[in-house]
């Protein structure tokens, strides 16, 4: 159920495996706006083996710099390559790399895709699933895969209960068309006033700002790093990043995956990785017979790339220590083995134990 990145990774591993499969999503096109932009070595190499070859289409081997207010050096990350031979970051336009996912959900044979139709009710029982379409028709399923987003009805209709928290600010997001040869690189301003992410994207070039006051005019913003009419901005979001999961994953006959079992803050990009490798794991359970330890494989991985976004949110977001933070951060980037560690991704840890 449900039919965006985390659906599509799994109706296409399923269909490859052999599973008759139905995919039900309520809209009829894939959302049209970047949303998720980063993949790790691991996220790349599962989205390569579900859709080859839509890692070329990747801002491939980026790395990320950590600057003061003053938009001095504090220190820069180069990911090291994977074990597949993947590097570390990349950067995606989501609706390209949807496109690619529902092409290759297309080519399998035991996949059938109902778009334009949601799911309106269901009731399980201990061989499977009788679910009620809102254009009223019914379909029975061994299982049914709530991969419906944060705001999940299967999750919410299963009586999960969904824990955790909101973030205490929200961010604006704005995505510019057009790439900016000058800003080529991932960047957290680390400024108390007004904490930044900006990165590269494919074809574009996206801002992030904590709002902790007044919102102030995107041109404002955007004045900082370029001239606001030399670019054109496609998007203007305010976002509340949350840190949330669901009690269980698995309940009976119904299984959560993606952002309805678990959404963090964007700040270590894993969010939409965390769906890949979920429904990669899944699919390979399902096609033996049943979830069997999927949860107990992937909550784990999810609860420590939690921590770790919130951990780079605290330190990106300090305010009054500020200084403190930015003295600290460059002791430890130049320390004798922390340096290097940090470096390399410091906790990040992208060996998921999924492939
Ligand atoms: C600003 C922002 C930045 C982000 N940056 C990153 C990043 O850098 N890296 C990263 O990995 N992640 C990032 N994320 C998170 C990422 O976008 C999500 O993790 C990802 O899109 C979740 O995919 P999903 O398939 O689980 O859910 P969704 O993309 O939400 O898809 C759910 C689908 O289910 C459908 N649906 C819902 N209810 C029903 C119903 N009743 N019947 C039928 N269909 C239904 C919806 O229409 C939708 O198509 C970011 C998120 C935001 C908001």
Do not use: N
Not at 1 to 8: K, R
Not at 74 to 80: H, K, L, M, N
Not at 266 to 286: H, K, M, N
Not at 313 to 328: E, F, N
Request: positive net charge.
């Amino acid at each position: 159920m449900g039919y965006g990145p985390v659906g599509a990774v799994l109706a296409a591993r399923l269909g490859a495996l052999g599973v008759r499969t139905l995919v039900v999503e309520r809209t009829a096109e894939p959302f049209p706006l970047p949303r998720a932009v980063a993949a790790d070595d691991e996220v790349q190499q599962l989205l390569d083996l579900v859709a080859p070859g839509v890692v070329a289409d990747m801002l491939r081997d980026q790395q990320v710099r950590f600057l003061d207010a003053a938009r001095r050096p504090i220190g820069t990350i180069s990911f090291p390559r994977g074990a597949g031979g993947y590097g570390g970051l990349a950067f995606f336009a989501q609706p390209s790399l949807e496109r690619s996912l529902r092409s290759a959900v297309a080519a399998q044979e035991a996949v059938e895709v109902r778009l334009g139709v949601g799911l309106a009710s269901f009731r399980q029982d201990d061989d499977g699933v009788t679910a009620t379409l809102a254009d009223g028709a019914i379909v029975r399923a061994r299982w049914l895969v709530g991969c419906d987003g944060a705001s999940s009805a299967v999750r919410t209709a299963a009586g999960i209960a969904w824990r955790g928290r909101d973030l205490a600010h929200e961010w604006l997001v704005v995505d510019v068309a057009g790439a900016l040869p000058g800003r080529a690189q991932f960047t957290y301003t680390c400024d108390p006033a007004l904490p930044q992410v900006d990165m590269p994207l494919p074809g574009g070039h996206r801002w992030e700002w904590l709002l902790r006051g007044p919102v102030p005019a995107v041109e404002v913003l955007l004045a900082r790093d370029v001239t606001p009419a030399a670019v054109e901005v496609v998007r203007a979001a305010r976002y509340r990043f949350g840190a949330r999961h669901a009690d269980r994953w698995v309940q009976g006959r119904v299984v959560l995956a993606g952002d309805a079992a678990h959404t963090m803050p964007p700040f270590a990009g894993q969010g939409l990785g965390a769906g890949v490798r979920d429904a990669w794991a899944l699919a390979a359970r399902l096609a033996q017979g049943g979830p069997g330890d999927y949860e107990a494989l992937r909550a784990p991985h999810v609860a420590r790339m939690t921590r770790l976004s919130l951990f780079v949110g605290a330190v990106l977001q300090a305010h009054t220590g500020a200084a403190a933070r930015d003295i600290l951060l460059r002791k430890a980037f130049s320390a004798p083995a922390l340096g290097p560690w940090l470096s390399r991704g410091g906790p990040r840890d992208s060996r998921s134990g999924v492939l």
